[in-house]
């Protein structure tokens, strides 16, 4: 898919631009073996936009994700403790004068 990138100035950053297209330059490096920017960054108004489509899949890098997932399968027990138990959830959880509480 085609990623818009938006790199949005507040107050006096607008005064060193240089920097954000630096920023810009340094991720477009980072992705190059996934995609490719369709023109230059460009500064419209207070943000630096660029559009980035993808490489074709034949000459796209392989998404590193897939292969740590692959190799090493673990079950999602997030919902219990250590001991097995499952965590209350905090959302039902109510103090003694009924109101929930603070968080």
């Known amino acids: 898919m085609?990623?818009?990138i938006v790199l949005k100035f507040r107050?006096?950053?607008m005064a060193h631009t240089e920097?954000?297209?630096?920023?810009?330059?340094?991720?477009?490096?980072?992705?190059?073996p996934y995609g490719h920017p369709d023109s230059n960054p460009k500064l419209l108004g207070k943000a630096i936009n660029v559009m980035i489509s993808p490489l074709p899949r034949n000459k796209r890098a392989k998404n590193p994700n897939e292969a740590n997932s692959?190799?090493?399968q673990e079950?999602?027990?997030?919902h219990h403790h250590e001991n097995g138990a499952p965590r209350p959830d905090p959302s039902h959880t109510?103090?003694?004068?009924?109101q929930?509480?603070?968080?």
């Open 100 to 103: 929930p509480p603070a968080l």
């Open 19 to 32: 920097f954000g297209f630096q920023l810009i330059e340094k991720f477009l490096k980072e992705i190059a």
């Open 2 to 4: 085609k990623v818009k």
């Open 70 to 72: 692959t190799a090493r």
């Open 75 to 78: 079950p999602n027990n997030s």
């Open 11 to 13: 107050g006096r950053e």
């Open 94 to 98: 109510r103090l003694s004068d009924g």
